[in-house]
T-cell receptor, first 115, second 114 residues
Framework: AQTVTQSQPEMSVQEAETVTLSCTYD???????LFWYKQPPSRQMILVIR??????QNATENRFSVNFQKAAKSFSLKISDSQLGDAAMYFC????????????FGKGTSLLVTP | GAVVSQHPSRVICKSGTSVKIECRSL??????MFWYRQFPKKSLMLMAT?????????EQGVEKDKFLINHASLTLSTLTVTSAHPEDSSFYIC??????????FGPGTRLLVL
């Protein structure tokens, strides 16, 4: 079974600064997908970024980027120029490459953004 | 991405009654739908996976007779909590998927059983 570990229950960052959320996972598969989802107080799950394991290039979406280290099974999320609206729970998730599989979530990191 | 709706957004019911939650994919034909449960300040726990026209596959520890899932079409799945009890109070979230595409989540349903 695959496990996803987020070792930071809470993180804090000042507005306009950069923060990195960590995620490690365990799998015996060589191909898979990794995701970061954001859950604001509304509790709507929002996809932040997605990475295919067979792609060496780190995914980037505007202010959000990942550091994907496949050998180390590490998938951290970097948020640059943090904004107040970035405050939320962030979940790292793993999914096998075959279709029909659910997401396996980490426990989440609560991000606080201070003015 | 896909637009997913859930109805109702919140429901309060008496202990012993049944509650049905609908999950609709508005612009996306979902071959697979997933139901998750989330406790306050906790992560999402997968309850079951349903494929259109087939019986749902339940995760270990999830009572299939208590949480009835029906996936009658490519755009609709329902979760019925039968004989609800206070411990069933939770936030229920559905997500939809098609092949290897990214899954899209509904806004969730908050259930309170008195």
């Amino acid at each position: 079974a695959q496990t996803v570990t987020q070792s930071q229950p809470e993180m804090s960052v000042q507005e306009a600064e950069t923060v990195t959320l960590s995620c490690t996972y365990d799998t015996s598969e060589s191909d898979y997908y990794l995701f970061w989802y954001k859950q604001p107080p509304s509790r709507q799950m929002i996809l932040v970024i997605r990475q295919e394991a067979y792609k060496q290039q780190n995914a980037t979406e505007n202010r959000f980027s990942v550091n994907f280290q496949k050998a180390a099974k590490s998938f951290s999320l970097k948020i640059s120029d943090s904004q107040l609206g970035d405050a939320a729970m962030y979940f790292c998730a793993y999914r096998p490459i075959n279709s029909g599989y659910a997401l396996n979530f980490g426990k989440g990191t609560s991000l606080l953004v201070t003015p | 991405g896909a637009v997913v709706s859930q109805h109702p957004s919140r429901v309060i019911c008496k202990s012993g009654t049944s509650v049905k939650i609908e999950c609709r994919s508005l612009d996306f034909q979902a071959t697979t739908m997933f139901w998750y449960r989330q406790f306050p300040k906790k992560s999402l726990m997968l309850m079951a996976t349903s494929n259109e026209g087939s019986k749902a596959t339940y995760e270990q520890g999830v009572e299939k007779d208590k949480f009835l899932i029906n996936h009658a079409s490519l755009t609709l799945s329902t979760l019925t909590v039968t004989s609800a009890h206070p411990e069933d109070s939770s936030f229920y979230i559905c997500s939809v998927g098609r092949g290897q595409e990214t899954q899209y989540f509904g806004p969730g349903t908050r259930l309170l059983v008195l």
